[in-house]
Nanobody, 121 residues
Framework: QVQLVESGGGLVQPGGSLRLSCAASGSIGRFNARAWYRQAPGNQRELVAYISSGGHTKYADSVKGRFTISRDNAKNTVYLQMNSLKPEDTAVYYC???????????????WGQGTLVTVSS
């Protein structure tokens, strides 16, 4: 079993910043990557960014240059620094533990509970 706990969401004005955290515990040794997804009302869940244990990262085109994913292996925690936030970034953000292979991220069935990010004036 893997437990993922997200934190850091909230209300922010357009152009503002937030940092999300995802702390993992349990049997995470069989996975080698972690990702952030988001789901806005009425939309499907979409991949925002992922990072492998070796530090390889990839971002959705919609967040490139604004979001940065990083990890602290000693704390089993992955962060998502979100800058220049836009109203269209409003969504519930979920953390997933998965596998990175051949420049592709494969999600597992382990998800956090989600944290709500609202970008509004």
């Amino acid at each position: 079993q893997v437990q993922l706990v997200e934190s850091g969401g909230g209300l922010v004005q357009p152009g503002g910043s937030l940092r999300l955290s995802c702390a993992a515990s349990g049997s995470i040794g069989r996975f080698n990557a972690r990702a952030w997804y988001r789901q806005a009302p009425g939309n499907q869940r979409e991949l925002v960014a992922y990072i492998s244990s070796g530090g390889h990262t990839k971002y959705a085109d919609s967040v490139k240059g604004r979001f940065t994913i990083s990890r602290d292996n000693a704390k089993n925690t992955v962060y998502l620094q979100m800058n220049s936030l836009k109203p269209e970034d409003t969504a519930v953000y979920y953390c997933n533990e998965g596998t990175y292979a051949i420049v592709t991220y494969y999600p597992s069935d382990y998800w956090g509970q989600g944290t709500l990010v609202t970008v509004s004036s």
